[in-house]
């Protein structure tokens, strides 16, 4: 399937991504401990914005925390591209922050890595940019 194809049918495999991102989206900004650790993969590479890589404990911990606290988050021009076990996913994310209590708000585009493992897709790496 094509890389143009995928916003007009959806694979079962680009379904489950699709799948996969929303619930990574809701356990984010609910900042659920065991639905991040269950999502992402052991080898996580997430990258923000401004640089900065977190592994996966800096990742969810950090969200955990509220150091990096979504309280609402927009998706919005999703492509999923399934190549086997691995699946990219490319989106606009707009959104309200509270990072550390100061309320603000982030307009990113972002990158996804997801690789299936056993039944489940992982993130396996995030890279973000500022738009």
Do not use: C
């Amino acid at each position: 399937m094509g890389f143009l194809a995928t916003a007009h049918a959806q694979s079962k495999a680009e379904k489950g991504v699709a799948a996969a991102v929303e619930q990574l989206k809701k356990a984010m900004i609910a900042g659920e401990r065991p639905a991040l650790e269950a999502m992402v993969a052991d080898a996580l590479s997430y990258g923000h914005s401004s640089g900065k890589v977190e592994d996966k404990a800096a990742f969810v911990e950090a969200i955990v925390s509220g150091k990096s606290d979504f309280v609402t988050m927009d998706l919005t021009e999703q492509t999923i591209q399934v190549t086997g076990k691995t699946a990219i996913v490319r989106h606009k994310l707009a959104g309200q922050t509270n990072d550390s209590g100061t309320p603000g708000s982030v307009k990113l585009g972002v990158m996804l890595v997801w690789q299936k493992q056993g039944s489940a897709w992982k993130l396996l790496a995030r890279q973000s940019y500022k738009l």
